[in-house]
């Protein structure tokens, strides 16, 4: 495996062996590049920083739901590290190709034409990339598809990211050839436009593809390793469902839907919103219930979003997406939502982070509450010329900011997800403590507080999740590392072989003779790098907590927030 | 002395002995009242924050250039501690009224008509501000001069404010009925904004007003300190000839003169916003060279600007207003930055802060370098519903943000003055180390590295400007306490019997033998204080550091930034 350095600005590139980089792939890799190669004070819109693609360890491999990529830089929108994950294409493409990372370096001027990168078996070309004439990305993607021919993979900015707006995203082909993934959070998009990179195309044609230390015994690990995640209830059944949305009635359920920006824990028209709904609405009008983000995957959580004519809307729609434009800002019209998803990937621009952008409009008094048509008007104005949407682009803190509002759900200025911290305090605790700023998927104890997944943790109560999410955190940097969806967790935490079996993939791919252990280490040591370079940019404990008014009471079972800095500072020791 | 205590959610008051506050004053005071009572991590718009207003220790008195008033609270734009200082007609007053500060506590709900506070001998009165109905501050001072009966003196919050935008000040009704005196920094407006105070206006009428433990005493020193002022060149003679924009020559012809956003140390049109161009002007034009900015001022560094047609056009037109409109965006028509210095004090924004905004504007491509007219248009947008308004209302950092703009000088994310720290480097020490963010007055070296009063220290080299701007730190922080102008200092560096002078007025004035150890010590202890609190809100050692660009050579004589993190700290060891 190489990695691939591009310098934006000279329009050059070079393949270099992995050296000191040797055994990391995905998160792991970005964050150490990130840390070894970026200084921790630099702007991140500057030309010292630099924007990571990693495919995971065992990316482009037959294994299944293993074709995740890592998107790693500074962040923008936080000051802190940033690893930013997704499906779509390019993560087995490049790994077939043979590369560990493609690494974008330096920027050009501000008023350069924007790069068109592709990257194929021979080398990279570079072109200004075709013009964008106000076409958002659903458009572009096939002005793309022309260029490049065919349909074209690619990793793409929208016009958010073009702006360098701090809640822009990188968006990736999809196997449907829309460019309907996201690696959302963090800005990745502004980094990439900060060096006029508009797109990057990837073609594999002709690579010689994945070598096997021992591809037998990686078929026969990948035997089991699918068994494992088609036999469990949540991997195997619940995900390929309802999707991601099945989770609306449960957390509301469970009193832990945030509803009004965090005034409540229970929306009285969750059911509008629910997956349940979603599923009714799709399967009456010809849509699709369930498709993969990638090839491989056997979870099919996705789906075909279509209107009441049948027509495509949105993919990838997520609980939390449904939630920020939906119960939070107390909208409950699921297909106004879903159209506020397709202006979210029509943008670039980061679901979550926008849906409390769009709840501090309406705590200022700019947009009212429940006004769905207004906020999508608001979303549909990021990556104009009108400055409303830079502000929204920004994000939550900025418009916070903008509109004079002190009740700000961020941590480290990034939005929290759709669990309230106060009713799932093992996601409380990952959301203030986890390096990347407010944040689910970086130690995702609604397993254990919720859906009672891998183990059973009161979430109400202050006891046990601390350590809860310290342990999670752990193995989600392993399994960000290895390419593998997050969601096996789901299976992983059930099933007693099942961390030997990912150990057996990493083995018979590359030779060597990893254990549990071993992978577990190497999720401590991305912790590590991930936290030395937040503490060199200037985060200490005091940014490890969540804002002040998370001490209200949340009904209806009025649980508050309650650890002090020195409890949650357990969650980062190791 | 007492503590009147304000609740402006409930519209109650009352008084409070000094108790553990007793003996401080101003900065000193301001600061206690943060550092113990406003929680470090309470966001600055919420009713945990506090508002306070804190003449000096000698305000009130007859002591030559003691009418200065301190305010304090956790500012929104940086979210470290602040003390902002201002001049003006209220400091003296509130002290007559034997108040030494003035606390607005808690919060009403956001859309709380706005409150005008009236505080007499009597006791305060609220009433719901008089309509503003778009009116900027110098008209609506008039509507207060009706409201309460002839010369109203006033603390005022202009749109900006009451949008709580980041870069609002607070402005003070000046001896001539304008409200053009202004405690700039630090968004103080946005927080008596969220407060939903729009106004303070304070009568003194029948007060017995200042009691003195020895009058005879505090006359002799007062006669002696008044001869000090008088006599020092600066403060003699220098500021009243050309007020602080002499220093426009002088600063380019050290080469330290911020041109384009700090790309170069002279700028070949400074003679055209010069000091001498401006007293040329006035004098032609019949407007008024030097007066004071508040009654008992022996320096009369302010001014009355007129336009062609003799009419006033602003006044307290300060060096930096004329640096950052005029040579850090390549503008140089001097009527321009005149109209640009009273369209801030209408709106009630900091200039310093507009001024950096605007060249981030000029970076970003939203206007074009040397763009006057555009840059003053923008600054008419804010607090209008204008959305660019609140983007650049914001400040600097905000614009840079918005604009996708990577070259940002701040520090703590307040914009940097008129001083290339890379040439003056004492200042630049104090820019990075002083607890208030990007600030010159904290630590005003350009009078060793440059003007060579109270000592010759290099500029250009590291050597010594570390341990300068300490020591300048803690001396300011000790004047910031008694009420004084800080131009005092150029007198009292240069005159060995100032420290003790003004020793005999404190003595005089409350009894007690404090001396110049004393005082400063003082000094540290409210450094100390302000530290502290922002290592509790989570600032490090990191945060003491400019922007890395600075390491760039900086023409003409291509001087760079090289201190360390490491170096930088000594400025805050005592």
Known sequence: MKILRINTRERTYKYEDMGEYAGLGGRALTSRIVRKEVPADAHALSADNKLIFAPGLLSGTMAANSGRISVGAKSPLTGSIKESNSGGMLSQKL????LAAVVLEDKPEKDAPFTAIRITKDGVEFSDAPDREGKDNYEYQKVLDEAFGGKATVALIGTAGEQCLQASTIQFTDPFGNPARSAGRGGMGAVMGSKRVRC?????????????????????????????????????QGLAGFGTAILVNIINEAGALPTKNFRSGQYEHAADVSGEKMSELIEKRGGKVHEGCHPGCVMQCSQR???????????????????????????????????????????????????????????????????????????????????????IGNGTGSTAAAFGVDRVPTVKNQALPA????????????????????????GYAVCQNVLKVGGDVDGMKDDGNVELSKNLQVATASIDSTGMCLFVAFAVLDTPDAMQVLCDLLNA??????????????????????????????????????????????????????YSEEDLQAAKTF
């Open 95 to 98: 790994a077939k190709l043979g």
């Open 200 to 236: 990057i195309a990837v073609d594999n044609s002709g690579a010689k593809g994945i070598e096997y230390a021992d591809k037998d015994a990686f078929k026969a690990a990948n035997k089991r390793w699918t068994e494992i995640l088609k036999t469990h209830p949540v991997t195997g």
């Open 305 to 391: 979003y279509v209107d009441e004519n049948g027509e495509y809307v949105t993919s990838g729609f997520e609980y939390e997406t449904l939630w920020g434009f939906g119960p939070n800002g107390l909208v409950h019209d699921i297909d106004l939502i879903a159209e506020m998803d397709r202006v979210c990937d029509e943008k670039g621009i980061d679901t979550i982070e926008m849906a409390n952008a769009v709840t501090m409009a309406m705590e200022g008094g700019l947009i009212e509450w429940g006004d769905g048509p207004a906020a999508k008007a608001l979303l549909e104005k990021v990556g104009t010329d009108d400055p409303l949407g830079r502000i």
């Open 419 to 442: 669990y309230d911290p106060r009713a799932v305090k093992g996601v409380g605790v990952t959301y203030a403590t986890n390096p990347m700023g407010g944040d689910h998927t970086a």
């Open 509 to 562: 791919r590359y030779g060597g003779n990893i254990t549990p252990d071993d992978a577990l280490a190497l999720g401590v040591q991305t912790l590590k790098d991930e936290h030395s370079f937040n503490a060199d940019a200037g985060f200490t404990k005091h940014d490890d907590q969540l804002p002040r008014w998370f001490k209200e009471a949340l009904p209806p079972h009025n649980v508050t927030w309650d």
